[in-house]
């Protein structure tokens, strides 16, 4: 493990589990670089080794699972102008996406506090996905002139009705209940339960996850799935938002969309009609790195992370209103990228 990784992971086989523990909790267990080889590489080790029958994610503290891939870091390769080291962290964020969504062995996340982001790269692509009482998953990455990536497209594409697309533009965060219902989790356990279901983990079968979980909180969401689909099936943000100023009930959610980065949510309506229309891990990622490889010389990412998190005056200056973005521009930052296209290994 690299000096850098050292102090944010601890990887380790206990019993029949392998078991990865973010412990960056005073960063919210935020994903740096240095920390996706070292997964990675274990994972690798595990697929073929028979004493490994299960795969545990886990994460230190209270606050969080995981907030997101660490972005500062990103946005300051961006400002130097080294565009390139950005894009090989997005790159090597993919890939061990990718490696979770296709992992042969189960793997089981226990996800609690904020799963954002990165987070959901991680537990949102597992087999078994665990929440409880505190956890709040959401992909917000519009905010900061991002889309929702490291598959997160596919997961809100496979979301009730038009939910994927509100989800993704607004950043809601959704309870353990509401993750459940969209399909970003699968059981809930209560949060007292988990250092129990852990050790029965460690015989390395799933199955013990059944005796813990119980019916999850009800959800808001389903009440809302009729003027969420009227808005969200708009073709276009011009027409989105225009249905949401005729309604009531979209005017708040107007107000939250006006924050967020046009042409981010303009892209991200694209990538999770591309992922409903053709679904597939590697699809959507590919996809989405078409983004993300441009973000920060072409995109927004570096104003919106400056608002966000550098000057934290929250106050972006996109470059467009809700609407006025044009198709031109979601062509050119979603277009193939020739030999730059992300590879699976």
Known sequence: MSGDAAGALEIRVEGRAGRITLTRP???????????????AALDAWRADPAVALVLFDAAGDRAFCAGGDIAEVYAYGRRGAFDIAQRFWADEYRMDARIARY?????????????????????NAGYRIVGESSRVAMPECAIGLIPDVGGSQLLAKAPGRLGEYLGLTGHRMDA???IHCGFADSFVPLSDWPRLTADLRDGDPAAIRAYSVAPPSSALPGLRD????AFSAPDLATLAARLEASDWGHGV?????????LSMACTLALVRAARAEPGIERALAREYRFTYRASSEGEF??????AIIDKDRAPRWRDEIDEVNSASVARMLAPLGPDELVLA
């Open 227 to 230: 003027p969420i689909d009227d």
């Open 302 to 307: 570096l104003e919106g992370v400056r608002a």
């Open 26 to 40: 005073e960063a919210l267990n935020a994903l740096s670089h240095a920390m996706i080889a070292p997964i990675s």
């Open 254 to 262: 107007l107000k939250v969309l006006r924050r967020q980065c046009p």
């Open 104 to 124: 042969p062995k189960p793997i089981v996340t226990l996800a609690q506090g904020f799963v954002m982001g990165g987070g959901v790269g991680i537990a949102g």
């Open 177 to 179: 209940g509401e993750a």
